[in-house]
């Protein structure tokens, strides 16, 4: 059982490049989500999902886009990478009742 | 609007001590579930216990204990017998139950065990 898989581990974009984070999930669960991590900082939500076909913006929507073709897959597009995109992202997925369970996180560096 | 607060960006507490991690939170939901999780310097998240909001009693696993004041909207994380290894960032966390929507995090507590 693999639960969340994020790929990739590291990521070195040069500004106005883009990129998609890959995220899968093999729990069968509805919601998953995107986050980002500064430096220090606490998480701040990207976007989410609760169900497949179902998106809705976070906190920090701004500068990245989603789909949820699949109760599997929930992948994080950057367009135009931008310096303050340099973060780390984990996504997650769970039940109605259950907790969260992450990803090991992407470490983007935008440069 | 949900939110989740956890006042104390940083503690440091004497190894074998119990330590005690601040979250209130507001919601206007009956149904929520309210969790903690441990991020260590790997950055790694790691589910540590999980209340609902109609549990009667508080949550504990092994060393971790919920104490939860629903009246007061508060769910402290208490760590007992605290070990070099509790060193970590803390985050409480909120979502509803009875309806689709996001879980939403603190800004989290970090926690030093000394020697």
């Known amino acids: 059982n693999a639960g969340v898989t994020q790929t990739p581990k590291f990521r070195i974009l040069k500004i106005g490049q883009s990129m998609t984070l890959q995220c899968a999930q093999d729990m069968n669960h509805n919601y998953m989500y995107w986050y980002r991590q500064d430096p220090g900082m606490g998480l701040k939500l990207i976007y989410y999902s609760v169900g497949a076909g179902i998106t809705d913006k976070g906190e920090v929507p701004n500068g990245y886009n989603v789909s949820r073709s699949t109760t599997e897959d929930f992948p994080l597009r950057l367009e135009l990478a931008a310096p303050s995109q340099t973060s780390v992202y984990f996504c997650?997925?769970?039940?109605?009742?259950?907790?969260?369970?992450f990803g090991d996180g992407t470490r983007l560096s935008i440069l | 609007a949900q939110k989740i607060t956890q006042t104390q960006p940083g503690m440091f507490v004497q190894e074998k001590e119990a330590v005690t991690l601040d979250c209130t939170y507001d919601t206007s939901d009956q149904s929520y579930g309210l969790f903690w999780y441990k991020q260590p310097s790997s950055g790694e998240m790691i589910f540590l216990i999980y209340q609902g909001s109609y549990d009667e009693q508080n949550a504990t696993e092994g060393r971790y204990s919920l104490n939860f004041q629903k009246a007061r909207k508060s769910a402290n994380l208490v760590i007992s017998a605290s070990q070099l290894g509790d060193s970590a960032m803390y985050f409480c966390?909120?979502?509803?139950?009875?309806?689709?929507?996001?879980?939403?995090f603190g800004k989290g507590t970090r926690l030093h065990i000394l020697p």
């Open positions: 966390a909120m979502r509803p139950m009875n309806r689709d929507d996001k879980i939403i």
């Open positions: 997650a997925s769970g039940g109605s009742s259950q907790p969260q369970h």
